[in-house]
């Protein structure tokens, strides 16, 4: 009974985990990352510098993140298109969309008991590729301006490039 | 005297379609113009952040507020020569199709203008349009909207140009 238990809350907790769209997996084995990450609750409290308990509040609710930059050389527009179609195909909606000259977003949501959310974003050589489980509590965000421009957050898209500069903060 | 409440009904119908119509022409007018920045939110997107718990009551008023909005959309550009006649001409064909003005804002920089569609006491959308030197800008937020609670929201979604809501809480507070 006790196995059967563990094995039952083992499976759940791993389909929990892994409850992430296989388009996006599959989009991205099949392209080239120049920057990989993934983000649990703990791993994202880390970006709060200063601990920040709105951060941590706004963030409670996020089971996991997976960020991926792409060389957006080889990724063309339809194939992000396409992207965002299989997902429409497995369930996802459409929630947001953003065209500007500079900067093209796609939000697609999929609502379940923990929401998923895949964000496609392409401007000029960069394409990147945002996949949340759970939500984030928008109404957090008003408070967290002042902490994000004060610098109170580790800048994890741009450690890379300071590390190459020399210039990251230790 | 039922034909009377019909005819009626479907007169009221027609108005509020005649207003949707008037935006959504507007939007759809400069959706394959390149130089425009569009955004467009669904309602799955508003309705998600209903199971949120709030921490305190501004944090409430503000999911209160997504909670009982339908969609949203927005139409900019900050690089067209003629902004003032863009502004000029959406504010005659908005205005021309049934909306209330509720404030304007004139300064050195740009004009902007809110209307609003109202129907039974509850105001179901709001519109916003801002035309400055070279930018123009329309806002078109529709649900069940509480204008003492828009401008919150204003700060939680970091829309370029949604900080001018932050003008209908001044107006509400100098009445």
Redesign the interface.
């Known amino acids: 009974m006790r196995f059967i238990l563990t094995l039952a809350f083992l499976l759940i907790f791993s389909a929990l985990v892994n409850a992430q769209s296989s388009a996006v997996t599959e989009f991205k084995d099949n392209h080239e990352t120049s920057l990989a990450m993934y983000f649990y609750p703990s791993t994202l409290r880390m970006i709060n510098l200063n601990q920040n308990l709105e951060f941590n509040?706004m963030i409670r609710?996020i089971k996991k993140a997976r960020f991926f930059r792409l060389d957006s050389g080889a990724v063309t527009p339809s194939e992000l298109s396409a992207l965002s179609e299989s997902l429409i195909k497995s369930g996802y909606?459409?929630?947001?969309?953003?065209?500007?000259?500079d900067i093209d977003i796609a939000?697609l949501?999929l609502?379940k008991h923990i929401?998923e959310f895949v964000v496609i974003s392409r401007k000029g050589d960069e394409c990147m590729l945002l996949e949340v489980a759970g939500?984030l509590?928008?109404?957090?965000?008003?408070k967290l301006?002042d902490a994000f421009n004060n610098g109170g957050f580790l800048d994890v898209l741009n450690l890379k490039n300071k590390k190459n500069d020399g210039s990251a903060d230790h | 005297m039922k034909t009377l409440f019909t005819i009626l009904a479907l007169g009221f119908a027609l108005i509020a379609q005649a207003q949707n119509d008037a935006v959504t022409k507007l939007f759809n007018e400069y959706y394959n113009d390149e130089n425009f920045t569009k955004i467009s939110v669904s309602s799955k997107m508003f309705e998600l952040f209903t199971e949120i718990k709030p921490g305190d009551t501004d944090e409430q008023e503000i999911l209160d507020a997504i909670s009982k909005l339908k969609g949203l959309k927005v139409i900019a550009t900050d690089s067209v020569a003629n902004s003032k006649q863009l502004y000029t001409n959406a504010v005659k064909k908005i205005s021309g199709s049934g909306y209330e003005e509720l404030m304007e804002v004139k300064d050195a920089q740009e004009d902007m203008k809110f209307m609003i569609s109202e129907q039974n006491g509850i105001i179901n959308e709001l519109v916003m349009v801002v035309g400055g030197k070279k930018s123009f800008f329309v806002m078109s937020l529709y649900g069940e909207i509480d204008l003492t609670k828009i401008s919150k929201l204003s700060k939680s979604m970091n829309v370029k140009g949604m900080e001018y809501l932050k003008n209908l809480d001044e107006s509400e507070n100098k009445k």
């Open positions: 509040e609710e909606e459409e929630m947001m969309v953003m065209k500007s000259p939000v949501g609502e929401p939500i509590n928008i109404a957090k965000i008003p301006m």
